[in-house]
């Protein structure tokens, strides 16, 4: 099947590998290494044994989750209408705006680049300073890839699910603050 | 399987069946999935391990009483603050918090570290927020988005009064 092409793009095999296998990568295991043998010198080598027993049923226990997060995140980035919910930010003022700014945020995938890139083409138009807030706290705290991704293989998807409960209603707690905060904005590269 | 686990597996059959139904090509999906397990993954496994002997290292009291249960509402102050100085990407900001977990830091510690985290992340500002915004937006993002993580402790300790979900899976 040809969309499966990819698999065989050397160029896409060797930047999976640099993202599994690069610095940053070495960086954790020399980490990890550097802690052990401090460990075994300062607690001696039960609580080596202890604590890597610990990490393996913890492994073990996260990894299912890990594969159906994931699997939920490529399902959502391949199917969300990404673009479409977020040119609606700022197009809408009062409480409305808000919230649309909010679930905006919740859906932007992945990285700061592309929700920060975004955010600057937003502001520039001189869009609703609340929305702008309210688009960018949803981002960081609610964003779902980045739920899928972070939360939910290192603290368990309870924990997760509990964090963006109570986390849905501040954005726009957020936003409702930004405009009544009597500052001027200077948005680089927007004419004043 | 617990709750959550089962909410997930629930969750994906769901948006599969809708995948196959638009006919969604399945390449991308796996594409996609494939990167993210490469990103997070490897690296997740040794920061873990990292963070398992360096809780074993640190004293445990000292965590627990400022980030446990019996810290109360100054719990929170210093989740935040922990959370604003952590000038790191995911992977070590929770690696931290599995350290905090295993120390015995309470739920609404932890939600308001990472929820401290995710807003203000140093790096973030400095290599996106200030370049592509500029400083007054900044300012006002911060004043606007500082009560945000106390809030979410706030709720998550009054939340915990009544059930005690949401416990993360380091800890059980």
């Known amino acids: 099947m040809a969309s499966f092409d990819f698999l065989k793009d050397p160029a896409w095999r060797n930047e999976v590998a640099t993202t599994a296998f690069g610095k940053s990568f070495w960086g954790f295991a020399g980490a990890a290494v550097g802690f052990g043998v401090l460990c075994w010198l300062v607690k001696g080598s039960d609580d080596v044994w202890a604590a890597l027993n610990e990490d393996l049923s913890l492994l073990v226990d996260l990894m299912p989750r890990v594969v159906v997060a994931l699997s939920i995140a490529a399902l959502i980035w391949v199917m969300m209408p990404r673009e479409k919910m977020s040119a609606l930010v700022g197009s809408e003022s009062g409480m409305r705006g808000l919230i649309i700014a909010t679930i905006a945020g919740t859906v932007t995938p992945g990285g700061p680049s592309s929700a920060y890139a975004l955010l600057a083409a937003v502001a520039v138009t001189g869009a609703d300073r609340g929305a702008l807030v309210a688009y960018i706290t949803a981002w960081a705290t609610l964003g779902l890839q980045r739920i899928l991704i972070w939360d939910v293989p290192f603290m368990g998807a309870e924990f997760s699910m509990l964090r963006f409960a109570i986390c849905i209603p501040l954005p726009i707690i957020a936003g409702l603050i930004a405009r009544r905060i009597p500052l001027t904005l200077k948005i680089k590269g927007a004419e004043s | ?172």
Request: hydrophobic share 65%; charged share 10%.
């Open chain 2, 1 to 172: 399987m617990s709750t959550g686990l089962l909410v997930l597996v629930m969750l994906l059959i769901v948006l599969a069946v809708i995948a196959v139904q638009q006919r969604q090509d399945a390449g991308p999906i796996a594409q996609r999935f494939i990167e993210q397990f490469a990103m997070l993954v490897p690296r997740m496994v040794f920061a873990l391990i990292a963070a398992g002997f360096i809780a074993k290292l640190i004293p445990k009291e000292a965590i627990a009483s400022l980030l446990g249960e019996d810290a109360g509402l100054w719990a929170l102050p210093v989740a935040v603050a922990a959370g604003l100085i952590v000038p790191a990407g995911p992977v070590i900001a929770f690696a931290i918090a599995a350290v905090f977990a295993k120390s015995g830091a309470s739920v609404p510690a932890l939600i308001a570290f990472i929820t401290s985290w995710s807003i203000f992340a140093a790096h973030r500002i400095l290599i996106y927020e200030l370049p592509l915004l500029g400083p007054t937006f900044l300012r006002m993002r911060i004043l606007s988005a500082m009560a945000v993580p106390f809030m979410a402790g706030v709720i998550a300790m009054i939340v915990g009064l009544i059930t005690a979900f949401g416990q993360p899976l380091l800890t059980q």
